[in-house]
């Protein structure tokens, strides 16, 4: 640990004009920002670099931009490219919206059942991928349950189908950063402007939509990442739309061509360099966030605002909730859609390792979201208190994960940790070094939504205790703490939920012995038991509502504890 | 709670004590990695362990393209003792042939030239056909004949019925049009291919796809697998199999011993296993395709309504040159489809 805190009491060193922190403090801060970058370099910067090293590396071994020059030059890579960004601006521009809308909704409108919005929205993150295909050609395939109604022919195959799908994928992840940004605010700017006469318009106009600035723009950006990488959708429901996402499956599964998906994987993470403009606007003071003593809004109820906003939630709430119950239902059915009887023959499964597989994924996840939200909580911590020019180099470090595709960063981790020479090698084939590829395949969206919540917290609050002489651990338990906790929660949530069910990088890395859920429904879709795989994805999704009811329930018990003591 | 926990938990720790304590003392436990299916593997394994009691017989199993890029992806410190049941076209890739060592095992001798490496790489005990899946409901709603070739499909009746695996993304994909360019020569071929995807609807990126799409009512005809097809059958689909009667491709799946295997000896008693007439037995109950000498007709091909003579319908596939020819023909295809 010794050489790890010089570079640390370095910076604290460095900021000269403020007051000498006590050793105490110091090892504090340097543990918030040693470990998890230590962490973050390990598993998540030397893999990708290995990555970027194959992409120049080609099929006859020599080195160079050979493999750079052909994916450029290959024809349908330019149709691709626009494809995917026109597709991935589409999705970001409906997610951010719809997601402030119904970030809006849940934190500062009076509606009722809020409690039901926010299930439906969990229900895109605990569902399988292959959930969320299935549900949309259940319902509006060609011989889908609308076309079957209807008698209209609908052909959701191809650009419409692909924005559907991204939507459905990324409003929830929207929805988590927008409310985050939401979540605090003082209500004596509302109160004032009140005063001065302005009026509900104005007041949203000038206090809440730039308040929720950063928050939109952070959300844009995961969105619009997560939806250039992501090619589950693309596959099964893009049609014949080409998207820069199919490019890298098809060298590296189609054609075994590492060092060509290598590139694409390496192009990809272009679009991440937009977020340099956003961590500008996060390092801009903001106003009408907390201060020391902040008065939460108290959403009041405005029939003008709130039924047609009620309306709008619900609606799209129940979009969210029949793509999902149409698969669950169909796991009920005898033979979709042509033997319409009950029964549940599809839940007695043997094949792929029975139920088993359930519980090895529920390790992992409790496991990733565990460190992860205390790895994340200590970087966000530890990044609003580092010198301007190293904060931002750490912000771009920590929002990188989400411009690498899972099956990228899969492979990626075969290449660091499939060794026989080294301690890293140990990892290999353990439910630890899934759990941590899960953790770093959503670590961006889990550090946007902590350092939109840790924005909130109000600085004179901090500056109070540390002026009545609590050092920085005090700052944390009761200046930080108290306001991040709703955040830290629906961070670990987050983390739990994705770590349930993510597949895309998990294929190169489970082992016979180490068989988690998400694999299992996947082998069960390709050996034709479509409905048993249906399910299966029933039992995950019951069983992650099941675990976090649980972990609701502790939490509560605990915190009452706490409070009565 | 920590009980349902104590499973995986276990495993982790042996696989951390596995690599602290060096492997000689599980001799005789092997690492599979197969891409032959679930059901089937399930079945096999039950016959092998009977045979082989002593040997651990651990079966990893992910499809042809994710399989392959997996193993490549471990080359450096290969994980695998065996491939078992690999499309030809996969391992005759030069990045995963020279993983494998060659070896000869007792049994191989006996399987006809073409499934077996000259130099004892590999060998293919099974295999499997390219096959149309065909939805009779749908083709009766629509009032479509049930078509029985390649050139059938052509058709204009069936514009936008059709479904077919991407040759990019797709082992199988590439299977049909290769066997199409090598059994009818380049120039009948590349134009049978064009005038096809005047009625294809969709290329999805993998092999099973189009008959799932089949099957479910989306499409009315998939060009597939004969095991899916044969699958979907057998789960009540509304779905007949069509071997296409001019030009009928056909994958091998095949095995080798991965080179610098820790458990070689136990690792060759397996795949010794996978060419003996136990193992013949048991695969005759999925396999329309057996390589191995005298194995009778399987039920399952009776029961698709395979043709008596399969072996004469059946185009000889030149692997190696549909192998080496990939970068080449994809490319082709992508310039004049272009999809």
């Known amino acids: 640990m010794s050489t790890a805190m010089a570079p640390a009491a370095g910076f604290a060193g460095k900021s000269g004009h403020k007051p000498k922190m006590a050793s105490a403090d110091r090892l504090l801060l340097a543990v918030s920002l040693v470990v998890p970058v230590l962490g973050l370099s390990l598993f998540f910067l030397y893999p990708l670099g290995l990555v970027a090293w194959r992409s120049l590396v080609g099929l006859d071994g020599s080195?160079?931009?050979?493999?750079?020059?052909?994916?450029?030059?290959?024809?349908?890579?330019?149709?691709?490219?626009?494809?995917?960004?026109?597709?991935?601006?589409?999705?970001?521009?409906?997610?951010?919206?719809?997601?402030?809308?119904?970030?809006?909704?849940?934190?500062?409108?009076?509606?009722?059942?809020?409690?039901?919005v926010r299930a439906s929205l969990a229900l895109p993150l605990l569902a399988p991928s292959l959930v969320q295909a299935l549900g949309l050609i259940f319902l509006l395939g060609r011989n889908g349950v609308v076309s079957q109604w209807t008698g209209w022919t609908i052909d959701i195959y191809g650009p419409v189908g692909l924005l559907i799908a991204n939507?459905?994928?990324?409003?929830?992840?929207?929805?988590?950063?927008?409310?985050a940004s939401l979540r605090h605010s003082d209500a004596r700017y509302y109160d004032a402007a009140e005063v001065m006469g302005a009026s509900h318009w104005q007041q949203f106009r000038d206090i809440t939509l730039p308040n929720?600035?950063?928050?939109?723009?952070?959300?844009?950006?995961?969105?619009?990442?997560?939806t250039i990488t992501d090619f589950g959708n693309a596959a099964v429901i893009g049609g014949d739309y080409r998207v820069l996402a199919t490019e890298i499956y098809r060298q590296v599964v189609g054609q075994m061509n590492f060092g060509m998906g290598a590139v694409v994987g390496i192009l990809l993470l272009i679009p991440t360099l937009v977020a340099v403009y956003i961590q500008r606007v996060a390092s801009q003071r903001q106003f009408g966030g907390g201060s020391e003593s902040a008065i939460p809004v108290q959403p009041s109820w405005l029939p003008a605002r709130d039924l047609p906003l009620g309306m709008a939630v619900f609606a799209i709430s129940l979009c969210m909730i029949v793509v999902v119950a149409t698969v669950v239902l169909a796991s009920f059915m005898f033979l979709w859609p042509y033997r319409m009887e009950f029964t549940l023959r599809n839940y007695v499964i043997t094949l792929s390792g029975g139920y088993t597989p359930l519980w090895t994924s529920l390790l992992i996840s409790l496991m990733a979201a565990g460190f992860g939200v205390v790895l994340l909580f200590l970087m966000a911590f530890a990044q609003k208190r580092l010198p301007p020019a190293l904060a931002r180099l750490l912000y771009f470090g920590a929002i990188l994960p989400v411009g690498v595709p899972g099956l990228v960063l899969g492979l990626a981790y075969v290449l660091a940790f499939n060794v026989s020479d080294s301690v890293l090698g140990l990892l290999y084939g353990t439910t630890v070094i899934i759990a941590l590829c899960n953790f770093y395949h959503y670590h961006s969206q889990g550090f946007l939504t902590m350092v939109t919540g840790m924005r909130s917290v109000p600085p004179a609050l901090e500056e109070s205790v540390t002026c009545l002489g609590g050092g920085l651990r005090c700052v944390l338990r009761?200046?930080?703490?108290?306001?991040?906790?709703?955040?830290?929660?629906?961070?670990?949530?987050?983390?739990?939920?994705?770590?349930m069910v993510t597949l895309s990088a998990v294929i190169f890395l489970f082992t016979p012995q180490v068989m988690p859920a998400s694999v299992t429904v996947m082998r069960l879709d390709e050996a034709g038991f479509t409905l048993q795989a249906a399910a299966f994805s029933t039992c995950i999704m019951i069983t992650v509502a099941l675990a976090m009811l649980l972990m609701r329930v502790a939490m509560t018990y605990l915190g009452r504890k706490k409070a009565g003591a | 709670m920590l009980k349902m926990f104590s499973r995986p938990l276990l495993a982790s720790a042996a696989a951390f004590g596995l690599l602290a304590l060096s492997t000689a003392a599980q001799a005789s436990s092997i690492t599979v990695y197969s891409a032959l299916e679930e059901?089937?593997?399930?079945?096999?394994?039950?016959?092998?362990?009977?045979?082989?009691?002593?040997?651990?017989?651990?079966?990893?199993?992910?499809?042809?393209?994710?399989?392959?890029?997996r193993l490549i992806a471990e080359a450096g410190n290969p994980r695998a003792d065996?491939?078992?049941?690999?499309?030809?076209?996969?391992?005759?890739?030069?990045?995963?042939?020279?993983?494998?060592?060659?070896?000869?095992?007792?049994?191989?001798?006996?399987?006809?030239e073409p499934y077996r490496a000259e130099d004892g790489s590999w060998f293919a005990a099974t295999g499997y056909l390219g096959a149309f899946c065909v939805n009779t409901a749908v083709l009766e709603a629509k009032n479509l004949p049930k078509p029985t070739s390649w050139e059938d499909?052509?058709?204009?009746?069936?514009?936008?019925?059709?479904?077919?695996?991407?040759?990019?993304?797709?082992?199988?994909?590439y299977l049909q049009i290769a066997a199409i360019l090598q059994g009818m020569g380049e120039e009948k071929g590349w134009d049978l291919l064009e005038r096809l995807d005047q009625n294809i609807a969709q290329y999805p990126p993998s092999g099973s796809r189009p008959c799932t799409m089949a099957r479910s009512g989306e499409y009315a005809i998939g060009a597939s697998l004969s095991f899916v097809a044969m699958k979907s059958i057998e789960a009540g689909f509304p779905v007949e199999m069509v071997i296409p009667a001019d030009l009928a491709g056909y994958e091998l799946e095949a095995s080798g011993l991965v080179k610098g295997s820790k458990n070689r000896e136990a690792a060759l008693r397996f795949l010794e296993w996978t060419v003996s007439p136990e193992a013949a037995e048991v695969y005759s109950k999925y396999k329309d395709m057996i390589t191995i000498p005298g194995v009778p007709r399987s039920e399952m091909a009776d029961k698709a309504g395979l043709p008596e003579n399969l072996t004469e319908v059946l185009y000889p596939m030149d692997f190696a040159k549909s192998a080496v020819e990939r970068p080449e023909i994809l490319a082709k295809w992508r310039s004049t489809i272009n999809r």
């Open chain 1, 167 to 179: 939507v459905l994928y990324g409003l929830p992840q929207a929805v988590l950063i927008i409310e």
């Open chain 2, 39 to 69: 059901d089937e593997i399930a079945e096999y394994l039950a016959a092998a362990r009977k045979s082989l009691p002593d040997i651990q017989i651990d079966v990893l199993r992910l499809s042809t393209g994710d399989l392959g890029a």
């Open chain 2, 153 to 173: 499909l052509t058709d204009p009746v069936y514009k936008g019925e059709i479904v077919m695996p991407n040759p990019a993304s797709s082992g199988t994909g």
């Open chain 1, 63 to 116: 080195i160079g931009l050979g493999n750079y020059a052909s994916v450029l030059a290959s024809p349908g890579i330019r149709t691709a490219t626009i494809n995917s960004l026109w597709i991935s601006a589409l999705t970001t521009a409906v997610c951010v919206v719809l997601g402030f809308i119904l970030a809006y909704a849940l934190q500062r409108s009076s509606i009722s059942g809020k409690g039901l």
């Open chain 1, 212 to 226: 929720a600035k950063f928050g939109m723009l952070s959300a844009g950006f995961v969105v619009f990442t997560v």
């Open chain 2, 82 to 112: 065996v491939i078992w049941g690999l499309a030809v076209t996969n391992i005759l890739d030069p990045s995963i042939k020279q993983m494998l060592e060659e070896v000869e095992i007792p049994g191989v001798e006996t399987l006809p």
């Open chain 1, 478 to 499: 009761d200046a930080i703490l108290p306001f991040l906790t709703a955040t830290t929660v629906s961070v670990f949530f987050f983390l739990f939920m994705r770590s």
